[in-house]
Each structure stands twice: as structure tokens, then as C-alpha cells.
């Protein structure tokens, strides 16, 4: 793994991913690996770490 490939996986912004997850849960993973200029294999990983570290705890539809 390349030292830039290591730090935009680990060092990423949280609130980043977060923030785009809470405002569409269902974005497909290569558009946030696009507005993060992250791979979409670091995307799924940094999200899973995020679902087993209980900081995602889930996702929900909100129906009118």
C-alpha cells in the first residue's frame, strides 16, 4: 500500500463519509469514492469499520 493509499484511508475526514451517508444513505459507493477521491474498495472498507466500530448502526426509510 502506497503512503498517499494509506493516508486518504485512515486519515480521511469521518464526518466526510458520514455526512454524505446521512444525507443519502443510498448513494452508490462509487459516487462517495468519486466526491472523495478515494477507491471504492477504501470506501466499503472505511464504512464497514465505521458499522462495526457502532459509529453506523444502521439505515432506514423515512416514507411520507
Known amino acids: 500500500m502506497e503512503i498517499l493509499?494509506?493516508?486518504r484511508t485512515y486519515f480521511l475526514p469521518m464526518?466526510?463519509?458520514v455526512q454524505i451517508l446521512q444525507?443519502?444513505?443510498?448513494?452508490?459507493?462509487?459516487?462517495?469514492?468519486r466526491l472523495l477521491d478515494l477507491s471504492v474498495g477504501q470506501v466499503e472498507k472505511r464504512i464497514?469499520?465505521?458499522e462495526?466500530?457502532?459509529?453506523?448502526l444502521g439505515y432506514q426509510a423515512i416514507i411520507k
Open 5 to 7: 493509499d494509506f493516508k
Open 15 to 17: 464526518e466526510s463519509l
Open 23 to 33: 444525507r443519502n444513505a443510498m448513494i452508490p459507493h462509487d459516487d462517495i469514492a
Open 48 to 50: 464497514a469499520e465505521l
Open 52 to 56: 462495526k466500530e457502532g459509529i453506523i
